[in-house]
């Protein structure tokens, strides 16, 4: 069992910034990869950005591209987003996730998710 616990969130105007926190505990040494994603209002839940516990590699939706960075801390068990020039559309609830697959972009790849934590961004 892997434990994730989100934070940071909160409401920031269009090009502000904010930066997510996602603590894992638990069976964390056999995962492969940390992933977020998010959720607005009436739609899906969709992929945003993972990144590979061991090496590091990162990958990111276009939507997020060069505006979001994903980070790791190892030793504290934690993933970060930075999240940089937000706009309305980014408004959503961001879900951390983790999983012990070879396939880190689809949500059924994913074993654990947290709670969430709501991102509002206005206009």
């Known amino acids: 069992q892997v434990q994730l616990v989100e934070s940071g969130g909160g409401l920031v105007q269009a090009g502000g910034s904010l930066r997510l926190s996602c603590a894992a505990s638990g069976r964390t040494f056999s995962m492969t990869a940390m992933g977020w994603f998010r959720q607005a209002p009436g739609k899906d839940r969709e992929f945003v950005t993972k990144?590979?516990?061991?090496?590091?590699?990162?990958y990111y939706a276009d939507s997020v591209k060069g505006r979001f960075t994903v980070s790791r801390d190892n030793a504290k068990n934690t993933v970060y987003l930075q999240m940089n020039s937000l706009k309305p559309e980014d408004t959503a609830v961001y879900y951390c996730?983790?999983?012990?697959?070879?396939?880190?972009?689809?949500?059924?790849?994913?074993?654990?998710w947290g709670r969430g934590t709501q991102v509002t961004v206005s206009s």
């Open positions: 990144i590979d516990w061991s090496g590091g590699a990162a």
């Open positions: 996730a983790a999983t012990y697959s070879l396939v880190h972009t689809t949500l059924p790849s994913y074993n654990y």
